[in-house]
């Protein structure tokens, strides 16, 4: 349409303005995460620093002794902020611990041992024991026993196995593989804590089929409104030491609080959401299917409307969560657990989904300021560019992947970057936007290196570069000739339909003017013949063309 009607383009960007400043501020206004980092980090420095020192079984048990029982384990509230023990505050404003504490470990089956390892027991070099594989989730253990398949004396509960659905601890990816969260556990209470870890310590219960051992602790920050979920890992690789790590995962479930200004924010955000997927009903009434079989704006409207179900229904979700907690009914510790980690994961989630509506909303804004041809060309010249884009992004994809390939096997054994094949893509994708990697490779690996670097990275780099600048000159130049073919811009559209409206404006205030300038010349002429009239003076005459006087030419009839 070479028209556009003017009032409702207003209507439309306002609303769309208020919509998008009303999702900013529901992105802005989140819960401020500051408090969760700093509890979070608080415990990983904690763990971190004394579990670095464990490096065999000695240190480990040191750590049982002095950490868990002689420092954590003291009472059910942890520390003061302060660092002293006390048994009505913690640290960082009081955390508190939920249930039990736990040990936990996962362990692998005995295997038989490999030819060389036959051949040097013949020899007298090595003892003929059985051998124990390194982790993998196919050689995980599920009945305790100890060499040659001895079951212990005297079992206790720590020696029979616990799924992952009963402990309810997530898996934990370590250095040396991917541990699930169930196994063999010990858990205990505080005032037990002496007691299990002095039977787990008679029982040798870490043994050389150890391959993982978890302390974990559930914990709640009640001034912070914070769940804190705890994971000291100490890693048994099969060449025999200790490698610790640990995780902290912090648990912020109210997004926003109750009664809030950011609550109702967000229930406003809902409402405008509502009115726009209405909005996008009806023009999907309109146009059927249709609508959404090109990538363009319509398609960009579709997806804001399932992100925004999906969103209500997190909102939905987090809340059924949220009241899970809080009811008055009686929970076990397990389903405390997983109703905050349900909540957390949906508020979670619910603010990466308010991420990619904002984002996508400030896309669309994009379509307000296309008023002109420069504007539009450049919009349309992007629109080019992204779609080829895409199409380059598989071509390159295969060569780095290839490239990986190679650098992995040539150079994995000796530096960090290449360790795996995901490492050595990251490695090649960083170098080719500007990480150096050049002095390394030559450094390490020498000559091989250096061919290495300048037959593959620097050929990609090149490669990239020269097809990135090929791909906006074909995109502009795309946009230049779709220019003159398409219709008008929006704000010569406006300004059409303005200048239209000025017209017939002005156009309809002449012809009343000058319909009113003929009424009056009229009332005159009568009012003066009136006057003639009367005082027998002949009316004033009015000429008429050729043709329309009276027949006598008298013109008698005015």
Request: glycine letters at 8%; one cysteine or more; aromatic letters at 14%.
């Amino acid at each position: 349409e070479e028209s556009v009607r003017v009032g409702k383009w207003v209507r439309d960007v306002c609303m769309f303005c208020l919509y998008l400043l009303v999702c900013t501020l529901a992105v802005l206004l989140g819960n401020e995460k500051n408090m969760a980092r700093s509890v979070n980090k608080f415990w990983v420095n904690f763990f971190s620093n004394r579990s670095s020192t464990v490096r065999d079984l000695d240190g480990l048990q040191l750590f049982m002794n002095e950490v868990i029982a002689g420092e954590l384990m003291k009472t059910s509230f942890l520390y003061n902020r302060y660092g002293q023990q006390n048994s009505s505050y913690g640290v960082l404003f009081g955390n508190s611990l939920i249930g039990n504490a736990s040990l936990r470990q996962v362990r692998v089956k005995s295997d038989a041992c490999g030819s060389v390892h036959g051949a040097l027991d013949n020899d007298g070099i090595l003892a003929g024991t059985e051998c124990y594989p390194s982790w993998t989730l196919g050689t995980e253990d599920a009945v305790y026993s100890k060499s040659k398949a001895q079951k212990p004396l005297q079992p206790k509960s720590f020696h029979a196995f616990t799924s992952a659905a009963s402990t309810g601890s997530p898996s934990y990816v370590g250095s040396f593989g991917t541990y699930p969260g169930g196994g063999f556990v010990a858990s205990f209470a505080v005032q037990d804590t002496s007691r299990i870890l002095q039977e787990v310590a008679g029982a040798q219960w870490v043994d050389p089929k150890t391959r993982a051992l978890f302390f974990e602790m559930f914990m709640y920050s009640a001034n912070d409104d914070l769940f804190l979920f705890s994971q000291v890992c100490f890693e048994f690789p099969a060449g025999g030491f200790v490698l610790p790590s640990s995780t902290v995962y912090t648990y912020d479930i109210n997004r926003y609080k109750a009664s809030s200004m950011k609550s109702n924010l967000e229930y406003f955000f809902f409402f405008l959401s509502l009115l726009y997927i209405l909005k996008e009903f009806a023009a999907f009434r309109r146009q059927n299917i249709w609508r959404y079989l090109h990538f363009d704006w319509p398609t960009l409207e579709l997806t804001l409307v399932l992100l925004v179900i999906i969103s209500a229904g997190l909102r939905v979700y987090h809340s059924y969560m949220l009241s899970k907690i809080t009811s008055s009914s009686a929970m076990t510790v397990l389903s405390v657990q997983q109703a905050v980690r349900g909540a957390a994961v949906a508020s979670a989630n619910l603010d990466a989904a308010f991420g990619v509506i904002a984002f996508l909303l400030w896309t669309k804004s994009l379509r307000y300021i296309m008023l002109t041809r420069s504007t539009r060309r450049l919009m349309t010249a992007i629109y080019f560019n992204v779609r080829k884009m895409l199409s380059f992004a598989m071509i390159a994809t295969l060569l780095i992947y290839a490239c990986s390939l190679t650098a992995f096997m040539l150079f994995g054994a000796n530096l960090d970057q290449f360790q795996s094949i995901n490492r050595s893509g990251s490695t090649i994708i960083q170098s080719i936007f500007g990480n150096k990697i050049f002095a390394v490779l030559v450094h390490e690996t020498g000559s091989g290196g250096f061919l290495y670097y300048f037959g593959t990275i620097a050929a990609i780099r090149v490669f990239v570069y020269s097809i990135l600048v090929a791909i906006g000159i074909d995109s502009y130049r795309k946009a230049v000739q779709g220019e003159q073919t398409a219709k008008k811009p929006l704000l010569e559209l406006i300004r059409g339909e303005l200048a239209r409206r000025h017209r017939e404006y002005m156009t309809r205030g002449f012809k009343e003017e000058e319909e009113a300038s003929g009424l009056r010349t009229i009332n005159r002429r009568a009012s003066s013949n009136a006057q003639r009239k009367e005082s027998g003076a002949p009316r004033e005459a009015r000429w008429k063309p050729w043709g329309l006087d009276d027949k006598d030419g008298s013109n008698e009839h005015l």
